[in-house]
Structures are given as C-alpha cells and as structure tokens.
C-alpha cells in the first residue's frame, strides 16, 4: 500500500466523525494499522478502539509523510507486559514498541522462567552480536560481561 492510498482511507474514514464503522470500515481499519504503525491492532469491547485507531494512523500519517519500513519482529511480548528489571539493561522499560530480537533472545537467555510473557518467538534464538556479546542497550557492544559487585554499607 502506497502512502497516498493510506492517507485516502484515513481521511475518509476520519469524515465518519464518531458514527459507527461498518464491517468492512473495521476490517479496513485492522488491516491497515499493523501496516502503517508496524504493531498489533487489539479490538476491545468497545467501538472507541476503531476512532482511535484512525486517529493514531492519520498522525503518524502526517508526521512522517511516508509509509514506514516495518521489518517483521521474531519475538513479541503478550499484550500489556513490560520488561522492567533492575538488573537487565540498567532497569530500562522495555515493550513491544521498544524491544528489539536482540535484546528479547538476551533477556530469554538470562531469566528463561520468564518465556510465558512473550506471545511469538522463533524457533531458534536470536544472537545480539556476530561475536555473542550483549548489547547494553545503546549500540555499544562490551568487550567483557561483568557482573555488579554487591558492597556492604558502612555502620553509621
């Protein structure tokens, strides 16, 4: 789909103003989320997912001026978890919109009890380097893995 046929549908589905979407409108809707925001579209109970969903299309829309190039993650975690773990990446947050396939085989690799929140994975983990070193998060790769040394608090 071209950025042009895109920002069509959204505009025309952004006339409907708060009417109901038909069920074509909403199939519409599901298929071209994951295609311009490169991520899951969750239906919920109610009929505000669907507005709302146009909405964050048609913004992305215009803040970008073009179609994203979405590459397809091996690994997703189950909707509304998080990765938020004081001894894996310095405690930074990780979520489906952040995590890398580097970064979930990492995490698989050290807490392999934690595999139950993770929705896709691939048959075969993903390495994070050529040489088998973890990436710490900002494109710098260490030479050595060490672990933080516990110190004692001094008595007051």
Request: proline share 6%.
């Amino acid at each position: 789909m071209t950025y042009d046929e895109a920002v069509q549908i959204t505009n025309r589905l952004r006339e409907r103003g708060n009417a109901s979407f038909s069920p074509s409108e909403k199939s519409e809707i599901e298929r071209l989320y994951p295609l311009v925001l490169g991520k899951k579209f969750r239906v919920t109970s109610c009929q505000r997912c669907y507005h709302d969903a146009v909405i964050e299309i048609a913004l992305y829309l215009r803040s970008h001026d073009t179609m994203p190039e979405i590459k397809e993650k091996l690994y997703e975690l189950r909707h509304g978890f998080i990765i938020h773990c004081p001894e894996f990446h310095g405690g930074k947050v990780f979520s489906n919109a952040n995590i890398t396939d580097e970064i979930a085989a990492e995490y698989w690799e050290r807490y392999p009890n934690m595999r139950k929140f993770f929705d896709k994975v691939p048959e075969k983990p993903v390495l994070s380097a050529s040489n088998g070193a973890k990436d710490d998060g900002t494109g710098n790769v260490p030479q050595t893995v060490k672990k933080p040394r516990k110190t004692k608090k001094a008595k007051k």
